[in-house]
């Protein structure tokens, strides 16, 4: 634990990925937000982080959307467009204008996002290293296996920045509710509301729609309402659920904006997602959760408390289809690490929070 640095008017924190990176990082946010009240936090995001921000209160005070780069807003077998380097070249001469006095890389282990955070012309930088990583004036080194939460709030304490709280939170807009209720009428009950979130950018973390509908089936049976969400991608995922439901349900697939979703999720009395970025999002926003995870994934991004929180774990760790430990080397295959975790510790969860205190804004 360091000390708090003098004269920081101004800070840059790079954190340019998905909904479930931000939100790990907002505890680390709130406490350089409380180490340094008076000074500027841009977030160095994307554009969702800039429009789901905006007006939002939190830590962030600026969203400042970065430009292609691979590693960093790219996925790093992702090429760069023909534009990018002028994208770049404007992007770095804008931010040395900013005259940031800290550059915190809470973006990853720092092979890609080390060189991009020190083009800031920041007067001190600070994040994590991996061994090909070049250093920062100030570093831990990125180790894996750590949860998440934890790692980024180990990085601000080299500025002097102490954890207010371990667990993400979200606030509200009054239009994330007002989108919510236009989707779905009659939202705020009675019956009370449970969601089902059954996809999942990677597919290893999918459990297949068949248990969810089985989960579905037990809530509505105990007298709640049930929606499923996803994006329009998911929609394939999100219908086999629906199509698998012997009652009533409402698809909100595509239909939502992540503001939306928020509004959606907040009044849920239960949310049963795989462990992807809706999941942690309900969390944030003071929701009771049931998780799918895959114990790698568990050990990294599993919530921290269980009044409200119940994480299903799969301990499988050879790939279904080839066989290979994939623990600490992936294969490359995509098929379901947690699809054999069985239906009933998920269902006995669910309804176990269903009947209990409900949302935190309740």
Not at 27 to 39: D, F, N, S
Not at 92 to 118: C, I, K, Y
Not at 184 to 210: C, I, K, N, Q
Request: charged share 20%.
């Amino acid at each position: 634990m360091r000390e708090r640095l003098p004269d920081i008017r101004k800070i840059a924190v790079l954190r340019a990925n998905a909904l479930g990176d931000f939100l790990f990082a907002l505890p680390a946010l709130g406490a350089l937000r409380a180490a340094y009240p008076a000074a500027e936090i841009v977030l160095l995001g994307r554009r969702w982080h800039a429009e789901f921000l905006a007006g939002r209160p939190g830590p962030v005070d600026r969203v400042i959307v970065v430009p292609p780069a691979r590693g960093v807003s790219l996925g790093e077998d992702e090429p760069e467009p023909p534009e990018a380097a002028a994208e770049q070249a404007r992007f770095f001469a804008a931010m040395v204008a900013e005259r940031f006095d800290l550059a915190l890389q809470l973006h990853g282990g720092g092979r890609n996002s080390n060189p991009f955070l020190l083009r800031l012309g920041a007067r001190l930088t600070v994040g994590l290293k991996t061994p090909d990583a070049p250093p920062l004036d100030r570093w831990i080194p990125y180790i894996y296996w750590q949860h998440e939460v934890l790692r980024y709030l180990e990085v601000v304490s080299l500025v002097g920045a102490r954890a207010t709280d371990v667990e993400p939170r979200v606030c509200l807009v009054d239009a994330d509710c007002a989108e919510a209720r236009a989707a779905l009428p009659g939202l705020e009950g009675p019956p009370p509301l449970a969601v089902l979130h059954p996809g999942a950018t990677d597919g290893r973390r999918r459990w297949p729609p068949e248990k969810f509908a089985a989960v579905g089936a037990a809530l509505t049976a105990a007298g709640l309402r049930l929606a499923v969400t996803g994006s329009g991608w998911e929609r394939e995922l999100v219908e086999a659920v629906c199509a698998a439901m012997p009652g009533p349900v409402d698809n909100l697939c595509g239909r939502l904006s992540l503001g939306g979703l928020a509004g959606l999720l907040a009044a849920a009395r239960v949310v049963v997602s795989n462990d992807t970025g809706p999941l942690h999002l309900a969390a944030a926003l003071g929701t009771p959760t049931v998780g799918i995870f895959w114990c790698g994934n568990y050990a990294t991004s599993a919530p921290l408390t269980r009044a409200r929180h119940r994480p299903v774990i799969s301990w499988r760790l050879d790939c279904p289809q080839c066989g290979q430990n994939c623990l600490e080397v992936w294969c490359g295959h995509h098929a379901s690490f947690v699809a054999d975790v069985p239906v009933e510790p998920v269902r006995a969860a669910a309804l176990e929070l269903a009947a209990g205190p409900g949302p935190a804004t309740e």
